[in-house]
């Protein structure tokens, strides 16, 4: 069976490894797959405005834990 296109087990694999429960992981990315990937993973999201995939990202449906910067630096002043 083929995986989905914003499977899980990637950044729950890399939580278990460091012992850091999803709910305090943060993945960044910049395409509506890595925010759906956050999402099945119950991780919090930081989605990169200039990214490729940024445009695809239905702002209106952000929650809490999941928000936008316009470069990496912003991401700082954001954590």
């Known amino acids: 069976m083929p995986a989905q296109e914003h499977d899980p087990a990637g950044l729950l694999h890399l939580a278990a490894l460091t012992s850091v429960p999803p709910s305090r992981t943060l993945l960044v990315g910049d395409s509506a797959i ?15 405005r200039s990214g490729f995939g940024f445009q695809g990202i239905p702002l209106t449906e952000l929650t809490e834990g999941e928000f936008v910067v316009d470069t990496m630096a912003c991401l700082l002043t954001r954590l």
């Open 34 to 48: 890595d925010w759906r990937t956050a999402r099945s993973a119950g991780a919090g999201a930081c989605l990169l």
